[in-house]
Every structure is written in structure tokens, then in C-alpha cells.
T-cell receptor, first 112, second 113 residues
Framework: NAGVTQTPKFQVLKTGQSMTLQCAQD?????MSWYRQDPGMGLRLIHY???????DQGEVPNGYNVSRSTTEDFPLRLLSAAPSQTSVYFCASSYLSYTEAFFGQGTRLTVV | SQQGEEDPQALSIQEGENATMNCSYK?????LQWYRQNSGRGLVHLIL?????REKHSGRLRVTLDTSKKSSSLLITASRAADTASYFC?????????????FGEGTQLTVNP
């Protein structure tokens, strides 16, 4: 089983550029989420989805968009990258929001 | 603001010793989970304890939950160098039930050989 796959693993963007972080899971989980991890801040929830076609905002949604057209995929779009979005991004999936979450390996993003 | 807060922020022990990490949270929860994160990797689920449980064991891990004090502890017995990692608690708050887990800031554990 691949579990949760994130791409790319590393990315450098210039301020103002846009990009999409990809996330795919093969466990048929309904719940998927995106977090960012900054030093000393733990994980903060950006957006989440409880199933295909349903998304909602988390704690820090500004500057990010998501969509969920299939159960497997949950891409995260940065609309206009800012240095404050320099972080490590993690995608996770679980059967339900409060059951065991499976995490991807992360995407380390630097915005210059 | 973060629902869970781990204590201590960092812990350094010798191999073979026990390691105890604490988590405090603010609102009523359905369950609490502990995760481990090795450097540069994603989080890995360790154990889940429900609000009606007081203690749970999994191998060398022992988790306790005190809902009256809104706190939990993770005990790792007979620690090994491979236990070196960051440990996070995550809560499923009743007020946001069905929508999210909220993570604390983590405890960095270093086990010296």
C-alpha cells in the first residue's frame, strides 16, 4: 500500500507565483486534510474535506484553495505565494476525522 | 489557538530510562491521540484513548487520560535511541466533533545511547 503520497517533496517559489501541492491516498478514506508545520507552532489545519465534493476551512485557510473531485485526491493550491507561506506542508487521510490519521511525507516549501 | 499543549517542550534521557510527556487541552473531547514524528518525516499514529477510558497500553507505551484535569500523559518505558523523535498529542474536541483533530506543539525527545 502506498498510503498517502505527496508531491513534490521540495519546492522553491518566488513571491507571487502559484502552485499546487498534490496529495493522493489509496485507502478509500473519506476524510482528508492539509496542515502546515512551522517551528514551535505544531501542526495547524489549513483545509479539510469529509468526502468528495465537500471541503471546509481550518484554522489558517487564507491564501490557500482546495478541491475534492475524487475520494483519492486532495490538492492544495497556493494562489499567490508569500514568504509567510514558507513551511512544511502535510497531507493526511483517515476513515473519519477523529480516527487514526495517516500522513504523507511532507512538502518543504520555501517562498523567496 | 492550539487545543493541546505538550510539556516539556524538550526531554533528553539515557537509553533504558523511562520518558514521560504530558498534554493539556482546553475543551471537552471525544478522544485523544498521540503521534510520533521522526526528523524530516510525516507523523505516525501511536495510540488513541477515548474520553471514557483512563489508561491504555501498547507495547512499551502507556497513555493515561484525566478528563477532569483535561490532561493526558504518554509514558515510554525502557527507552531506546530509536525512540528519538517529536511526540504530539491531538484532540477531537466535542465542539468541533466530526470535523478535525487539533495538534499540540510537541515534545522533542532525545534518547542518548
Amino acid at each position: 500500500n502506498a498510503g498517502v503520497t505527496q508531491t513534490p517533496k521540495f519546492q522553491v517559489l518566488k513571491t507571487g507565483q502559484s502552485m499546487t501541492l498534490q496529495c493522493a491516498q489509496d485507502m478509500n478514506h473519506e476524510y482528508m486534510s492539509w496542515y502546515r508545520q512551522d517551528p514551535g507552532m505544531g501542526l495547524r489545519l489549513i483545509h479539510y474535506s469529509v468526502g468528495a465534493g465537500i471541503t471546509d476551512q481550518g484554522e489558517v485557510p487564507n491564501g490557500y484553495n482546495v478541491s475534492r473531485s475524487t475520494t483519492e485526491d486532495f490538492p492544495l493550491r497556493l494562489l499567490s505565494a508569500a514568504p509567510s507561506q514558507t513551511s512544511v506542508y502535510f497531507c493526511a487521510s483517515s476513515y473519519l476525522s477523529y480516527t487514526e490519521a495517516f500522513f504523507g511525507q511532507g512538502t518543504r516549501l520555501t517562498v523567496v | 489557538s492550539q487545543q493541546g499543549e505538550e510539556d516539556p517542550q524538550a526531554l533528553s534521557i539515557q537509553e533504558g530510562e523511562n520518558a514521560t510527556m504530558n498534554c493539556s487541552y482546553k475543551t471537552s473531547i471525544n478522544n485523544l491521540q498521540w503521534y510520533r514524528q521522526n526528523s524530516g518525516r510525516g507523523l505516525v499514529h501511536l495510540i488513541l484513548i477515548r474520553s471514557n477510558e483512563r489508561e491504555k497500553h501498547s507495547g512499551r507505551l502507556r497513555v493515561t487520560l484525566d478528563t477532569s484535569k483535561k490532561s493526558s500523559s504518554l509514558l515510554i518505558t525502557a527507552s531506546r535511541a530509536a525512540d528519538t523523535a517529536s511526540y504530539f498529542c491531538a484532540t477531537d474536541a466535542i465542539e468541533t466533533s466530526g470535523s478535525r483533530l487539533t495538534f499540540g506543539e510537541g515534545t522533542q525527545l532525545t534518547v542518548n545511547p
